[in-house]
Structure formats: structure tokens, C-alpha cells
């Protein structure tokens, strides 16, 4: 399991990676991406995420 980002609706914003509790999220070029080994998959990402581009699975 871990968090996956839809690259088409993530605006960016930065959200998600302010609300990881285990920093795997990173920012680049405008589109969030999650580092599968790091990611805990608690959800926290997912709940503040305005675009609703993250889910656990
Ligand atoms: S599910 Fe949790 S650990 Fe994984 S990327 Fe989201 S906030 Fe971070
Ligand atoms: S919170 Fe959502 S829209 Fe914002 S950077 Fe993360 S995945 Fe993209």
C-alpha cells in the first residue's frame, strides 16, 4: 500500500506534503510525488488534500 497522486487533477499546492508526517512527499514540477518506501500510509495526505488527487491504495 502507500499514497498515490492523480497527475492530472494535483494543482500543486503543497498540502499534502505539509501534512506527512514522514516527509515522503515531494513537490516537483508542480505535481506531487510520494516515495513509495517511505509513505506509512496513514491517510493524512488524503484528508487535506483540496483536489482530492490522493488516495491509499
Ligand atoms: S499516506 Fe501518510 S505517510 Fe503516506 S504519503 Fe500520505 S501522509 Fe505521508
Ligand atoms: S495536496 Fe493534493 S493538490 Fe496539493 S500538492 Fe498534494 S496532491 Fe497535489
Known amino acids: ?3 498515490i497522486v492523480n497527475q492530472e487533477t494535483c494543482n500543486g499546492c503543497g498540502d499534502c506534503v505539509e501534512a ?3 516527509d ?3 513537490v516537483k514540477d508542480g505535481k ?4 513509495e518506501d517511505t509513505c ?5 495526505c ?3 488534500c483540496p483536489t482530492e488527487s490522493i488516495h491509499v491504495d
Open 1 to 3: 500500500m502507500t499514497a
Open 20 to 22: 506527512c508526517p514522514l
Open 24 to 26: 515522503a512527499i515531494e
Open 32 to 35: 506531487a510525488s510520494v516515495d
Open 40 to 44: 506509512g500510509d496513514c491517510g493524512a
Open 46 to 48: 488524503v484528508d487535506v
